[in-house]
């Protein structure tokens, strides 16, 4: 719906500038259609705040208002291209935690561009302290991360844990930053990151991202590739007895393993 919306904005205006003046001015208006459609699509996502804020937190319309931005952004803003291999593995009911490398800030769009079904997210708490911003995504029953302060992070835990109870698929990066995006083995975990899949008694998603990290250095005229490998859920009575530290090991080394 987003790419569509933008795609007519883009047309039409260009259309419209192009035949109330000479037509030598048409790259000038291509240029600005560009940015005056993505404004469009803004509008039109302001007007379903309301009803955001109003519907159930996992609910198809909302999953599909975050898929279709998400689109939007990878495919004409980023410029990035998503090869996904494992769809089939995702759980599409019950309780579901998603862990994955961090490669970019892009990372989030690469996944909700795809997953079938709904998911909400776990974003720095300084992400929420962006006016209208704050609010869209506190309607998505996100699981905010304050590093600075555990003991809030803690307070929102229980929250999260029941939003993964509740069948609302949660993905969270566990490896807290983005760090050494030129390395593609991750060096280390959070194991705090792994306490809303053990009390939720959650099954375990692991993805695994591969390929071009540096998107805000290429964009908007370089194309970036990212690869996502979706491995086999992992069942709760398969970890149940390890330990925040020995998950965050179990699903490091199932990150970095790679078959030849």
Known sequence: MATIIFLLSFVLLTFYLTSITA???????IVLSYGLAFVVVLLFYMLNFPL???????????AYLMKS????????????????TGIKHIPMTGPLVVYA????????FSVLDFFPRPLTLAPKKSVLSIPLLKGWLR????????????????????????TVKNGHALIIFPEGQIKNRLKDEVEAMKPGAFKVAL????????????????VRKRFPWKRSYRKLTILE??????????????????VMDKINFKEN
């Open 101 to 108: 490398n961090h490669k970019s800030y892009t990372d989030g």
């Open 23 to 29: 037509l030598y001015f048409l790259p000038l208006w």
């Open 233 to 250: 859920p992992i069942a709760y009575d398969v970890y149940k007895d390890m330990t925040t530290q020995e998950l965050s090991q179990f």
């Open 52 to 62: 955001v804020l109003i519907l159930p937190a996992k609910h198809p319309y909302k």
């Open 199 to 214: 009390r939720a008694e959650a099954q375990i998603l692991i993805i695994r991202l591969d390929g071009n990290d540096l």
């Open 139 to 162: 309607a998505y029953d996100v699981f905010p991360i304050n590093r600075s302060n555990p003991r809030e992070t803690a307070k929102d835990l229980d929250k999260a844990v029941e």
């Open 69 to 84: 931005i998400s689109r939007l952004l990878n495919r004409f803003i980023l410029g990035l291209k998503v090869e996904v």
